[in-house]
């Protein structure tokens, strides 16, 4: 069996930035071990698998160690094959997922728009044994939602200060953990850490956007904001709070064409 397989940059203009996602079209379903075999030789925080159906496409992303009911780096990043590689005729794609009907639209300027749900952060009171500590923080605000912990720090440069006890971490419930703070060249920025699932640092990260943009929304008192993810490869992304989902809009760079041979 032959898969196609694409690797695209995504929230990036330029290659060697933004998040790298793996892209591969089935004609129908692989057993779900197989694709977690495939992802973990790819080794990306990412592996996004389309299978079409009529004018959608079903979508189910992996990490090198788990499946995932979200992730938006890697559908912006499958639509952007799709545009580029695929000869995607619209300017719309609908994507069906574990999350909904995920919508990205085509820009005149060729940036991609996605459409998301809201995942609303809710406060705490009883913040995981360890949490702080293993950041070296002082205790701070701490957030919950039905995929990640957020936690809202006083300044941009704690959060690109951060070394994470990764170790300490793992222990951590759910997917993992947000930090944000308001930016000083953005509206907010951010670093994201899953070394429960298998990333200990992902470069940029859409869904967690989907938990930081209604937070900010409130905070700042107002809806368009732009945002950068601090991580090494740098992550920029305009976003919007839509009533009940959030836009994320930003490029894509293709990175590699190949086959994956079974």
Known sequence: MKIPVYQADAFTEKLFGGNPAAICILEDWLPADTMQQIAMENNLSETAFLVKDNSFYHIRWFTPAVEVSLCGHATLAAAHILFTEVGQPENIISFHSKSGVLKVTKLTDGRLVLDFPVNKPVLINDVPIGMFESFGIDPVPVYTTSFDLMIV??????????????????????????????????????????????????????????????????????????????????????????????????????????????
């Open 153 to 262: 720090l006083s300044s941009q440069s704690i959060i690109q200060n951060l070394n994470p006890d990764f170790k300490t971490l793992t222990g951590m419930p759910g997917r993992g953990i947000i930090v944000t703070a308001k930016g000083d060249d953005a509206d907010f920025v951010s670093r994201c850490f899953y070394p429960q699932s298998g990333i200990d640092e992902d470069p940029v990260t859409g869904s967690a956007h989907t938990i930081m943009v209604p937070y900010w929304a409130e905070q700042l008192g107002k809806t368009k904001m732009k945002a950068i993810q601090l991580s090494k490869r740098r992550g920029y992304l305009d976003c919007e709070l839509a009533g009940d989902r959030v836009l994320m809009s930003g490029n894509a760079v293709t990175f590699m064409r190949g086959t994956i041979e079974l």
